[in-house]
């Protein structure tokens, strides 16, 4: 059963369509670009992510590392040093926080400016 909202939209929907609005979009006939969600997960968890970051909710881990990463942001450019004390204290709270949640190894997970390094470093010798 349809309520009210959901009708106006329908039919607000359906007016576009008769007016053509819909008609000769960008990208139309082509398929979606790739996003970040369609190469690192799997595909019978897409949908589910997809629909989270649409309603701008991410998985408890992920909030957890945005706030790691700017906890540390801060943390470069805090100079007094009480506060670079109790920044640090927080920043280390927030990774034992998400290591305590991890199911698997942590041995392979590098966090992304090292693994930028990492990777410019390799880069690096390949071309000797």
Request: glycine content about 8%.
């Amino acid at each position: 059963m349809i309520n009210g909202f959901e009708k106006i939209v329908e039919e607000r929907i359906r007016e576009a369509q008769r007016r053509g609005l819909f008609d000769n979009l960008d990208g139309a006939g082509r398929p979606l670009p790739p996003d970040e969600i369609g190469m690192r997960v799997p595909e019978d968890l897409r949908l589910a992510f997809r629909m989270l970051k649409n309603a701008d909710c991410l998985p408890p881990e992920l909030e957890l590392k945005k706030e790691i990463h700017q906890t540390e942001e801060l943390l470069a450019g805090v100079q007094d040093a009480a506060e670079r004390y109790h920044t640090l204290s927080r920043l280390n709270f927030l990774i034992f926080k998400l290591n305590a949640m991890r199911t698997g190894s942590i041995a392979n997970d590098i966090p992304q400016h090292y693994n930028d390094k990492l990777l410019e470093r390799l880069e690096g010798s390949a071309g000797r």
